[in-house]
């Protein structure tokens, strides 16, 4: 797609890839060292995607972890993708986020992504 700010890849700095996905730095970060991956091909969701398309995002991300973990010694991490408009997906192009997560960044780091939705945030799982 000519539209598409991820399939100009001329634009992208790409930190890894395989045959049919690449990695680079997410624009606006949530944290340090905070990447997207993305299939080459355009397809607009996950659910759009091929299992060889997500074969090799996961592959990347298995990767992209250990690149992660010497380049910025993280104390752990979130992955995860947005999927359609009402879930805050903004460009149409299948990406998953990889977000190191560093101790301290947040008071209360309890329910990870269930926080998406903040009245729905789930206090049982207490320590």
């Given at each position: 797609?000519?539209?598409?700010?991820?399939?100009?890849?001329?634009?992208?700095?790409?930190?890894?890839?395989?045959?049919?996905?690449?990695?680079?730095?997410?624009d606006c970060p949530a944290?340090?060292?905070?990447?997207?991956?993305?299939?080459?091909?355009?397809?607009?969701?996950?659910?759009?995607?091929?299992?060889?398309?997500?074969?090799?995002?996961?592959?990347?991300?298995?990767q992209l972890k250990a690149?992660?973990?010497?380049?910025?010694?993280?104390?752990?991490?979130?992955?995860?993708?947005?999927?359609?408009?009402?879930?805050?997906?903004?460009?149409?192009?299948?990406?998953?986020?990889?977000?190191?997560?560093?101790?301290?960044?947040?008071?209360?780091?309890?329910?990870?992504?269930?926080?998406?939705?903040?009245?729905?945030?789930?206090h049982r799982h207490r320590?």
């Open positions: 797609m000519t539209d598409c700010v991820f399939c100009n890849r001329e634009t992208l700095d790409v930190v890894a890839e395989n045959d049919l996905a690449l990695a680079f730095y997410d944290s340090k060292g905070h990447l997207l991956v993305i299939p080459k091909r355009h397809v607009e969701t996950y659910f759009d995607a091929s299992a060889d398309e997500h074969n090799a995002i996961r592959e990347l991300i298995f690149f992660l973990d010497q380049k910025y010694n993280p104390d752990a991490y979130n992955i995860g993708a947005n999927i359609g408009h009402f879930a805050g997906q903004t460009v149409f192009h299948f990406h998953m986020h990889i977000i190191p997560r560093y101790e301290g960044d947040v008071k209360d780091p309890r329910g990870g992504v269930r926080k998406v939705i903040p009245t729905r945030s789930c320590r």
